[in-house]
């Protein structure tokens, strides 16, 4: 098996389990590859398989009234996703589609629940992490419903910075993630020109800036008053 697959005590929910453990699970995981544009399951597809990003990125997306992607979630390895619906056993809520050529591990549903079943402390592990999630997806909605458009931006400007962001001795914060304006706008259900109008006029505010491809929050507490005027 790979160099990937035999570092997978690294991955959160397998990060308890001893050597022999691990070696017990392997034979159950399978490796795949996506391109970039892939579908790896559409909402409504039976949960038939448990995924965790090892290499990449994912995003998860549902469509609006009107037609538009909404993206709801961002996964970064080496997250799981499609877990919610293979746990409770009912269709997948959402879509999932490779953001970049990414690599992954599956797991059958019938092998999933019979891991889960063997080992207490992963089923532990996934439900603690659905919670936060759950948590993360009423807030999306809420930033979503928000109003005005720079509110929802900034709100999900501030989401990445506190989940995939590294902090800086001048206290700035860089998103550690390439987001396109795409990207945003199908995260704050939007569009294109409208983020690209949004983002501009943060920068020359001097709330953010942009380096190496990556956003950088330089002003937090001027998009806190945005998000809570």
């Known amino acids: ?57 994912m995003k998860i997306t549902k469509l609006s009234h009107d037609g538009r992607e909404i993206i709801i979630e961002l996964i970064s390895p080496p997250d799981f996703f499609g877990g919610f619906a293979v746990l409770k056993g009912f269709p997948y809520p959402a879509n999932a589609v490779a953001m970049e050529d990414s690599g992954i591990i599956k797991m059958s549903r019938h092998n999933f629940l019979k891991i889960i079943d063997r080992f207490p402390n992963v089923m532990y592990d996934i439900t603690a992490n659905l919670g936060d999630r759950i948590r993360e997806f009423h807030d999306t909605l809420k930033n979503i419903a928000l109003e005005r458009v720079e509110s929802r931006i900034a709100a999900l400007l501030l989401k990445l910075a506190d989940k995939a962001g590294e902090k800086k001795a001048d206290k700035t914060a860089v998103i550690n993630m390439r987001l396109t304006k795409q990207d945003i706008a199908e995260m704050v259900g939007t569009t294109v020109e409208t983020t690209i109008r949004v983002m501009s006029k943060f920068k020359k505010s001097g709330y953010i800036s942009e380096k190496d491809g990556r956003i950088v929050i330089e002003n937090s507490k001027a998009l806190e008053a945005i998000v809570n005027p």
């Open 1 to 57: 098996m790979s160099h990937e697959l035999n570092n997978l005590k690294k991955i959160h929910i397998f990060s308890n389990l001893s050597d022999d453990e691990i070696k017990e699970i392997r034979p159950y995981l399978i490796k795949e590859s996506f391109k970039k544009k892939q579908e790896i399951f559409s909402e409504g597809d039976p949960p038939d398989w448990f995924y965790i990003l090892l290499s990449g990125k």
